[in-house]
């Protein structure tokens, strides 16, 4: 049944298979795995930035004598602002009937909630505990993870930890553990090793609760220091018959004690705090432009895309973090990471206010390596040294400049992408050639293909080490937009000269790209061997990069046609495959040479490279106005968007990292749902709303999408407001909310701004 469309985008994303919550900042509760997803409250892993941290809390209702009542799990609903699950109680020895809705959400401030309210279904009055617990491992030999400061002030639990995982250096965090109503009693205990598992019968609690009360006491002590320590926190409920309470459970955590204290103490004292969380996520979606139209999954997947952003985006300034920005993905992914800026910048530029897409930049000048790279990864704390990939940051400055136009911005990140520039040409171009190298699959964030076979048979060898060189048609196209960037910054900067030699460095990078990548014969670009100078021949994804360019004129296009909307080749029923159809190392499953891969690109369809793809069709449909790459246009990026919906259903949106090119099926094996490394928004606002900035002008021009209705209002380029609404086959535009013009397909209108 069709689900009527809401202007509310928390309830339109509303449904009963999902769980991921956060607040946009540094407290993300998004198990990919989830082992304990019925239990109350958070037990399944959480991240405070990168760093694994479990559990945050369980709670379960008790008797007068310590033994747990049994609580069944019935039903889960979830949108961005929280995730309700409810429960049944039911005793027959005691008579009750217990009804259980528990509400839970995280909020900015890193404070993950749980606010219950409890029914008595029964006649009479129930007496009943709650108890609520979380445990945290105590490791001083192993240096992995240990506990200080452990406090208890007003009835809140506090404490330092020290957490240690993996290559990352160590991070010394929070956490402030508290109810409301004020608890009536509380213990801290320290445990030998034991299962860490959500049950109330297996803490040192349940012994402990002697005569209706923990006995409020600090036990750190033992034969040794190693080991768990259980923090519990317990509260009397009394309910009159077919009455409820409410209580909520509050875990916050952050880079102090003081820190976390006062971010849970206005938690603990607001009524319903899961409504500081609904007011979050709200304010959040008035930042963006809203859009509706009559195709549902376009309209579901554009909110769903902003909430995706926003979940794995982190405000905090710390360490490496000065500004705000976007992560990649969930758990590993759960940092900034080169490869996906640029895309984070693409879509970001379109919120009201460009702080972060300006960070997602800033971020990485600011960590920039000594030799002018920019780093893979960034540790909040801690730089991964082998880490580098390549990416399109031209184009994203550039365009983020055509919204929010900033002189002082270009001025803070000139020279270090200056700096970028000289790193490439000194470093991964040493014939000066104007082709640039790739030194290692993973480096372009494009791994396990046949294209680095093409000049090493070891090249898929799972290390970090220079292994082969590769001139990349990629890479070599994302130094060229970068260099047109920087021209373009130098003219607004006054550096005249610095333009002008930028200028002529891409156009020696566009000639090295005609003569050297093209193939005459075959109409394609290749990679090139630089040990031969010869072209590899092989056909990937990638090949195609220079038609988001200008690199391209008019008598490329056939090539483009001929092979991109080949069945043979890339025009899969879900297209684009990262590797071409008839490639020998081609595979429509995750594999590559057999195994099941976590990130194999030869042959699945990748929304990263789906967005290079559908860039390349629209700039050469536009440039050349050729219709009927317009409509191809159409064909794909309608394909492209419904792939990311589970079982094609249009409410349930997701986006993982690769999907089958025959069948659309997502990697969930791999367990990484909402994953940012695409600029989907992008494209739906410059070509299905057809919204697009130049210098000085924005050109309103929507593509042929067959449409019956479409609106996006509040759309903030340089300070005027845009509206754009489609019946049919004519739309309407209108500037600072005074109408402008009106249209029909195929004729735009051009403002001037």
Same mark, same amino acid.
């Given at each position: ?35 304990? #997803? ?14 694994? #941290? ?102 809140? @639990?506090?404490?330092?930890?020290? #957490? ?6 160590? #991070? ?38 002697? $005569? ?66 609904? @007011? ?45 920005? /976007? ?130 048979? $070891? ?136 195994? $099941? ?112 209705? @479409? $609106? ?20 309407? /535009? ?20």
């Amino acid at each position: 049944m069709k689900r009527q469309i809401t202007s509310n985008p928390l309830q339109l994303l509303k449904r009963t298979d999902k769980w991921y919550i956060g607040g946009g900042n540094r407290l993300l509760w998004a198990p990919p795995f989830p082992v304990h #997803l019925d239990v109350p409250g958070f037990w399944d892993p959480a991240h405070y930035y990168n760093y694994e #941290l479990e559990p945050l809390f369980t709670w379960a209702l008790i008797t007068n004598n310590g033994s747990s009542r049994p609580i069944r799990f019935l039903a889960r609903e979830w949108r961005p602002d929280r995730l309700i699950q409810r429960y049944e109680c039911r005793r027959k020895e005691e008579d009750i009937s217990l009804s259980i809705t528990e509400t839970k959400s995280i909020l900015p401030s890193d404070v993950a909630i749980s606010v219950l309210n409890v029914r008595n279904k029964s006649r009479k009055p129930a007496t009943i505990h709650l108890v609520a617990w979380n445990v945290r491992r105590q490791d001083l030999q192993k240096q992995i993870s240990w506990i200080e400061d452990v406090q208890s002030t007003n009835k809140i @639990l506090s404490f330092r930890q020290l #957490l240690r995982q993996g290559v990352s250096a160590a #991070l010394e965090m929070a956490t402030a553990f508290g109810l409301s109503p004020q608890p009536t009693s509380w213990s801290v205990n320290l445990s030998e090793r034991t299962a860490i598992q959500p049950r109330w019968e297996l803490t040192p609690f349940a012994e402990l609760f002697i $005569r209706e009360h923990l006995p409020n006491r600090l036990q750190l002590t033992g034969s040794s220091s190693d080991g768990l320590i259980y923090f519990c926190l317990h509260t009397e409920l009394v309910i009159p018959p077919r009455a409820e309470c409410s209580v909520t459970v509050a875990l916050a955590v952050g880079a102090t004690l003081e820190e976390a204290r006062q971010n849970l103490k206005p938690v603990l004292r607001h009524h319903n705090p899961i409504e500081l969380s609904s @007011l979050s996520w709200l304010d959040y979606f008035q930042s963006l432009p809203p859009l509706t139209c009559s195709d549902e999954y376009i309209t579901t997947y554009f909110a769903y895309r902003w909430y995706g952003l926003r979940l794995n985006t982190i405000f905090g300034s710390e360490g490496n973090y000065r500004h705000p920005v /976007v992560c990649e993905g969930i758990q590993h992914f759960r940092a900034p990471i080169s490869y996906s800026a640029p895309c984070h910048m693409m879509e970001t530029k379109w919120m009201h206010e460009p702080d972060l897409a300006r960070g997602s930049l800033a971020t990485f000048i600011d960590n920039q390596r000594e030799d002018g790279g920019f780093r893979g990864y960034i540790d909040v704390h801690h730089y991964r040294q082998e880490m580098f990939y390549h990416a399109h940051w031209g184009t994203a400055l550039y365009q983020l400049h055509l919204l929010h136009p900033s002189k002082e911005y270009f001025e803070d990140v000139y020279d270090g992408l200056k700096r970028l520039a000289g790193y490439y040409d000194r470093e991964r171009d040493e014939e000066v050639s104007g082709l640039y190298d790739i030194d290692n699959h993973f480096e372009t964030g494009q791994e396990f293909m046949h294209r680095y076979l093409a000049v090493d048979p $070891r090249a898929d060898q799972e290390n970090w080490g220079e292994v082969f060189r590769l001139k990349g048609v990629d890479v070599t196209v994302y130094v060229y937009e970068l260099k047109q960037a920087l021209a373009f910054a130098a003219d607004v900067l006054g550096r005249s000269d610095e333009a002008d030699l930028w200028l002529l460095e891409a156009k020696k990078i566009k000639d090295a790209v005609l003569t050297n990548m093209w193939d005459p014969t075959q109409e394609m670009f290749f990679d090139v061997n630089p040990k031969t100078g010869e072209r590899t021949n092989v056909k990937a994804a990638t090949c195609f990069y220079p038609y988001l360019t200008d690199i391209v004129d008019s008598s490329h296009l056939p090539g483009l046609k001929k092979h991109l909307f080949s069945k043979r080749e890339f025009w899969t029923p879900f297209p684009f495959p990262s590797s071409s159809v008839d490639d020998p190392y081609f595979s429509a499953s995750p594999a590559w040479k057999g195994k $099941r891969m976590n990130c194999p690109w030869n042959g699945r369809v990748w929304p990263m490279t789906n967005s290079h793809l559908a860039e390349a069709i629209a700039t050469c449909a536009i440039r050349f106005d050729d219709r009927l790459l317009r409509l191809r246009f159409v064909q794909f990026l309608t394909s492209y968007i419904r792939m990311m919906f589970f079982d094609r259903d249009p409410h349930r949106p997701n986006c993982f990292e690769h999907y089958n090119p025959f069948t659309g099926a997502p990697s969930r094996y791999r367990g990484i749902d909402d994953y940012q490394h695409s600029w989907v928004n992008d494209l739906i606002i410059k070509y299905v709303c057809g919204i697009r900035p130049d210098v000085f002008t924005v050109t309103i021009d929507p593509f042929p999408f067959g449409l019956q209705h @479409l $609106r996006i209002d509040k759309v903030l380029i340089r300070g005027r407001w845009i509206t754009v609404e489609l019946t049919g086959n004519r739309f309407t /535009v209108a500037l600072d909310g005074k109408h402008q013009a009106t249209s029909k397909m195929g004729r735009p209108i051009v403002l001037q701004i």
